[in-house]
């Protein structure tokens, strides 16, 4: 298992992650993002990115949920 830290846009469809934790520059977006159920701890894989990367697709918890490049970058991962 490799424990660096990542980024959404650092992994490939079908890889999975685990939430690590969140960028200082995203206080504004890490309430909607820990509402949307993206704790620390949760572990999530890749379904698929838009044809130009914006947005990506993810599925944890049962669900599918879809982010923008900008609520991605927040988030702190990694690989599983």
Known sequence: MDMRIFSLKDLAIGDKGRVTGFSKQGRAYRKRLLAMG????????????????????IALRGFSLTLRKNEADILSIEKV
């Open 38 to 57: 993206l704790t620390p701890g949760t572990e999530f894989s890749i379904v698929r990115f838009a044809p130009l990367g914006d947005p990506v697709e």
